[in-house]
C-alpha cells in the first residue's frame, strides 16, 4: 500500500503562483513515476507532469514553460511548482503513484484561478 497526501492548493489570481506537494508513504519502491494530473469540472482527467525516480520529465503542452515539477527521493515528495496560473489551470489536481503493476491517487487538492 502506498498513501499519497497533498497540500497546497487553493485560490489565486491569474498570473499567480502556487506550489503543490505530495508526500508518498507505505511500500515504496525505488522505481517509480510520480506525477500529477488534473480533473476540470465537466472534462476528463489530464496528465499535467510526471517525473520518474531517475529524473525524467514529462509535461502536457498546456503547461510548459509555466510548471515545473520535481521530487525529493529522500522525502518521497513530489512538488509541482505553477507560475502565471491561467483560468482554465482552475481544476482539481491529483498527485500519482506510479511503480512495477501498481497505480495510486491522492484525494486531490483544489486549484482555482480566479479574479
Known amino acids: 500500500q502506498v498513501q499519497l497526501v497533498e497540500s497546497g492548493g487553493g485560490l489565486v489570481q491569474p498570473g499567480g503562483s502556487l506550489r503543490l506537494s505530495c508526500a508518498a508513504s507505505g511500500s515504496i519502491f525505488s522505481i517509480n513515476v510520480m506525477g500529477w494530473y488534473r480533473q476540470a469540472p465537466g472534462k476528463q482527467r489530464e496528465l499535467v507532469a510526471a517525473?520518474?525516480?531517475?529524473?525524467?520529465?514529462n509535461y502536457v503542452d498546456s503547461v510548459k514553460d509555466r510548471f515545473t515539477i520535481s521530487r525529493d527521493n529522500a522525502k518521497n515528495t513530489v512538488y509541482l511548482q505553477m507560475n502565471n496560473l491561467k483560468p482554465e489551470d482552475t481544476a482539481v489536481y491529483y498527485c500519482n503513484y506510479k511503480s512495477i503493476g501498481i497505480n495510486y491517487w491522492g484525494k486531490g487538492t483544489l486549484v482555482t484561478v480566479s479574479s
Open positions: 517525473i520518474t525516480s531517475t529524473g525524467s520529465i
